[in-house]
Nanobody, 125 residues
Framework: QVQLVESGGGLVQAGDSLRLSCASS????????MGWFRQAPGKEREFVAS????????SYANSVKGRFTISRDNAKNTVYLQMNSLKPDDTAVYYC??????????????????WGPGTQVTVSL
């Protein structure tokens, strides 16, 4: 059974940091690109960051560039999202996603077919 499980969300103040983790099992996600997406209340789900299967290529939404860092530890089948200088606009449910194919560095949003249940991040003023 394929599983992605996020953790690390919570309630923080503006300017604080959080690190989200995504643990995977049931499939060789160490050979797949992984991504983070988020959905705020009343808004569409949006791309946040991605990392290619090898870890060499990363991509970020403009809104988080310079503040968020995506990384992966394939030995632990875990992907991380380090979030610094958090803003109230970062408040959302954050989802981890896995590519449906192997060995890709760049993946369109439609390529992510495995999803975790999400973790809530709330940033207060």
């Amino acid at each position: 059974q394929v599983q992605l499980v996020e953790s690390g969300g919570g309630l923080v103040q503006a300017g604080d940091s959080l690190r989200l983790s995504c643990a995977s099992s049931g499939r060789t996600f160490s050979a797949s690109a992984m991504g983070w997406f988020r959905q705020a209340p009343g808004k569409e789900r949006e791309f946040v960051a991605s990392i290619g299967w090898s870890g060499r290529r990363t991509s970020y939404a403009n809104s988080v560039k310079g503040r968020f860092t995506i990384s992966r530890d394939n030995a632990k089948n875990t992907v991380y999202l380090q979030m610094n200088s958090l803003k109230p606009d970062d408040t959302a449910v954050y989802y981890c996603a896995g590519d449906g194919q192997y060995y890709r560095e760049d993946v369109p949003s439609s390529g992510y077919i495995y999803w975790g249940p999400g973790t809530q991040v709330t940033v207060s003023l």
